[in-house]
C-alpha cells in the first residue's frame, strides 16, 4: 500500500523558517514528479511547489516563490518542503503528492495530477 508521510510542521513566529518531509514507502519517488499543496481553514486546497521527475525543473506558486524551495533525496525517498521567511498567511495543513506514473510531464501544479497524497501536517504562523 502507498503511503505518503508528511513531517515538520509546527508552530513558528512569523520570519521564521521550517522544513516539511514527504517520506514515500511502497512508491519510488525516483524519476517521479512531486507537489505540495496546502489547505486553510476555510479555504480550497491551493498548488505551492512542484518538482519535475528529473529533479531539474521546479515550479512555484507567486505567494511562495523566493521563500520556499522543494527538493528531494532519492536515497531518501523523500521530498522536502524549505519554508522561509513565513507569513501568517503560510498557516494551512500542507500535504504532498505523487503521480501514479514515473517520468510524467505536466504543469505540476494541478491537483488532478496526483494520484497519492499524504495526511497533511500543520504549519501555524503567529504573527
Known amino acids: 500500500q502507498v503511503q505518503l508521510v508528511e513531517s515538520g510542521g509546527g508552530l513558528v513566529q512569523a520570519g521564521g523558517s521550517l522544513r516539511l518531509s514527504c517520506l514515500a514507502s511502497?512508491?519510488?519517488?525516483?524519476?517521479?514528479?512531486m507537489g505540495w499543496f496546502r489547505q486553510a481553514p476555510g479555504k480550497e486546497r491551493e498548488f505551492v511547489a512542484g518538482?519535475?521527475?528529473?529533479?531539474?525543473?521546479?515550479y512555484y506558486a507567486d505567494s511562495v516563490k523566493g521563500r520556499f524551495t522543494i527538493s528531494r533525496d532519492n536515497a531518501k525517498n523523500t521530498v522536502y518542503l524549505q519554508m522561509n521567511s513565513l507569513k501568517p498567511d503560510d498557516t494551512a495543513v500542507y500535504y504532498c503528492?505523487?503521480?501514479?506514473?514515473?517520468?510524467?510531464?505536466?504543469?505540476?501544479?494541478?491537483?488532478?495530477?496526483?494520484?497519492?497524497w499524504g495526511q497533511g501536517t500543520q504549519v501555524t504562523v503567529s504573527s
Open positions: 511502497q512508491l519510488t519517488l525516483n524519476s517521479r514528479a
Open positions: 518538482s519535475k521527475w528529473s529533479g531539474d525543473g521546479t
Open positions: 503528492a505523487a503521480p501514479r506514473s514515473r517520468y510524467y510531464i505536466g504543469s505540476y501544479s494541478r491537483q488532478s495530477e496526483y494520484d497519492y
